[in-house]
């Protein structure tokens, strides 16, 4: 079964708004954490955002929040004012316990396009 | 500061043979990671390690072994390349509980 799910293959926003990338994500670990990345055209992986399953308020990053939803096991990406060079693919991430180590496993990603 | 170092970074193998793929990290981190990254499937998981000596499967372990005899090392090895093993692989390190850095990828091309 999908640990992450992204549902959304391809999203297009117009420059200057706002987006929001959906995650979800299954776990019976208590203590998990939530990453999103974004791999532009180059290919290298950058690490925007990351949400721990105890934090008590969303994450912010400059022009990226993440709306963590626990109960609906959701951590949705927003990106305020969009600018072009947000043109990229966006990866949701999730680390959880197995065994006293732990995985890191990522969604399929969204390929975000921005429009002028 | 290195950070993630993979390498080669391109390599075109044929089928039957085999090579290694190496991560190197200077960041003292114990959690390593290799991935496959191929179109519409996002980083598939093959082999992660949680310390020196230690190795674990991932999602997609098969036709893939991995050692870690030094910690700031990862290895991925390919011991008979099919054409399914074209991909693009990532190392990724990362302390417990925080994000990972990620080399900058190997292209490899079974033929």
């Known amino acids: 079964a999908q640990k992450i799910t992204q549902t959304q293959p391809g999203m297009f926003v117009q420059e200057k708004e706002a987006v929001t990338l959906d995650c979800t994500y299954d776990t019976s670990d208590p203590s998990y954490g939530l990453f999103w990345y974004k791999q532009p055209s180059s290919g290298e992986m950058i690490f925007l955002i990351y949400?721990?399953?105890?934090?008590?308020q969303n994450a912010t990053e400059g022009r990226y929040s993440l709306n963590f939803q626990k109960a609906r096991k959701s951590a949705n990406l927003v990106i305020s004012a969009s600018q072009l060079g947000d043109s990229a693919m966006y990866f949701c991430a999730m680390r959880e316990a197995q065994g006293g180590s732990e995985k890191l496993v990522f969604g399929k990603g969204t390929k975000l396009t921005v429009n002028p | 500061n290195a950070g993630v170092t993979q390498t080669p970074k391109f390599r075109v193998l044929k089928t039957g043979q085999s090579m290694t793929l190496l991560c190197a990290q200077d960041?003292?981190?114990?959690?390593m990671y290799w991935y496959r990254q191929d179109p519409g499937m996002g980083l598939r998981l093959i082999h992660y390690?949680?310390?020196?000596?230690?190795?674990a499967k991932g999602e997609v372990p098969d036709g893939y072994n991995v050692s870690r005899l030094k910690k700031q090392n990862f290895l991925l090895g390919l011991e008979s390349a099919a054409p399914s093993q074209t991909s693009v692989y990532f190392c990724?390190?990362?302390?417990?509980?925080?994000?990972?850095?990620f080399g900058q990828g190997t292209r490899l091309t079974v033929v």
């Open positions: 390690s949680v310390g020196e000596g230690t190795t």
């Open positions: 990724a390190s990362r302390r417990q509980g925080t994000r990972a850095f």
């Open positions: 949400q721990g399953s105890y934090d008590q």
């Open positions: 960041m003292n981190h114990e959690y």
